[in-house]
């Protein structure tokens, strides 16, 4: 997903560090912050939702960053993610929540560098041919898998207002690789034959280091496989055994075949004849490696005419730390690409780093409205105690285990997965 992304927000800057102390007291300070109506439940924890479109959130040196900004910003890399795994702008599933997350996190860091880099190319003079846009429009339709299609063709997948944000987005990237250039002293541009030699050598080392490694792990997860096999807990064995616990790695999880194939093919094929209670070999994820139980199925009631229903499958993991390779390239002048291209991301976060602390950045409403509030004190206490009790919501479809969800435990002769106390 992340690797996907970057085609559009090339130069993202880390998780903004909030450091600041409030100058306010959140949505409330302020003539423009704009009340809950009535007294409905509210949708959202987070204060800066409720706020006028015109609300100035933050300035950056002076210059406003309002609530349309921010708005912007998000909605457009949520309808970007959804594009590139076709997905539809209403569903939810554990993919879309946890990008959901990791957008709002990165939502101010990304406000503040464009800014800032606004400011900093208009400082060095910096213009922007249409070459360099035409370009980043072709990366771009690669990236949300519509390579060869000319770029006008995203009115079909964006709306009006994302489409506007779109353009803007990459006219900043092709302006901020070329502020780059003039800010930064450091050779961007060529690498040496050394580099080319130390960078193949430290790529050799590693992959051996990463071999060994993944081979104790995966013997690691067989011997759960076995114990879990023969009789043991899931739940508790996870707890005990697993690199990712539930509340780091995603004990549960709840895919469809195509989510499933586009996280981890083994995975998909396995599904198709898997019964519920069995529990797979070591998969590879994307945040490890781990064995897999299929606790539940639910078929779509909602299905397509002419088309089988869709399923959701309901799974439990137990994950052990991955140890990735290095890409070992056979060209040369391919790895000195992908040289540049780092010496480019490291080059890009550096100057932004030093462009934030060389700046005057004001919260006008304060930090609070950005981050997530409870109702009141009972609510987070209610809240926090059902985090700790980890039990996840039932599958309710024509094919699910019945019993707890609590106490998985396993049996030879009767499926792996039990449900059953």
Request: charged share 35%; hydrophobic share 40%; net charge positive.
């Amino acid at each position: 997903m992340k690797a996907v992304l970057s085609a559009i927000f090339l130069f993202v800057l880390a998780v903004f560090i909030v450091g600041c102390s409030d100058k306010g007291d959140g949505v409330h300070s302020g003539k423009n912050a704009a009340a809950a109506e009535g007294k409905k439940k509210p949708k959202s924890f987070f204060p800066v939702e409720y706020l006028a479109p015109t609300s100035v959130i933050m300035r950056i040196n002076g210059a406003p960053i309002t609530k349309a900004d921010y708005a912007g910003w998000f909605r457009l890399r949520d309808r970007i993610f959804r594009a590139t795994y076709r997905m539809s702008q209403k569903e939810k599933n554990d993919r879309t929540r946890s990008f959901a997350r990791d957008n709002r996190d990165r939502m101010l860091g990304e406000l503040m560098r464009r800014e800032l880099m606004r400011q900093e190319a208009e400082r060095l003079g910096v213009e922007v041919p249409e070459t360099e846009i035409r370009k980043l429009e072709k990366r771009f339709m690669s990236a949300i898998r519509h390579a060869g299609e000319p770029f006008e063709n995203v009115t079909k997948i964006f709306d009006a207002a994302d489409v506007a944000m779109l353009k803007k987005t990459i006219y900043m990237d092709a302006r901020d690789g070329l502020c780059l250039d003039k800010a930064v002293t450091n050779d961007l541009k060529q690498v040496s034959e050394k580099d080319i030699d130390d960078a193949i050598a430290f790529a050799k080392k590693w992959n051996e280091d990463a071999d060994k490694k993944m081979a104790v792990q995966r013997e690691r997860a067989l011997k759960v496989r076995d114990e879990i096999l023969n009789g043991g807990i899931f739940a508790t064995i996870t707890s005990n055994r697993a690199d990712l616990a539930k509340d780091e790695g995603g004990l549960w999880q709840t895919w469809t075949l195509e989510e499933a194939m586009e996280e981890c093919e083994p995975l998909a094929k396995w599904l198709l004849t898997a019964q519920i209670g069995d529990i797979s070999e070591p998969f590879d994820f994307e945040d490890g490696l781990a064995i897999v139980g299929l606790k539940g199925i639910e078929d779509d009631v909602e299905q397509e005419p002419g088309k089988p229903p869709a399923r959701e499958y309901e799974l439990v993991r137990c994950t052990f730390f991955a140890y990735d390779r290095l890409e070992e390239y056979d060209s040369r002048k391919e790895l000195a690409r992908e040289i540049l291209k780092e010496r480019r991301r490291l080059a890009m976060r550096d100057l932004g780093e030093r462009l934030i602390g060389a700046a005057k950045i004001e919260f006008p409403l304060g930090e609070r409205i950005f981050y997530r509030q409870q109702a009141n004190a009972a609510a987070g206490k209610k809240a926090k105690k059902k985090q700790k009790g980890a039990k996840p919501k039932p599958v309710s479809g024509v094919k699910t285990v019945s019993g707890t969800n609590s106490v998985i435990s396993a049996k030879k002769d009767a499926g792996a997965v039990d449900a059953r106390k």
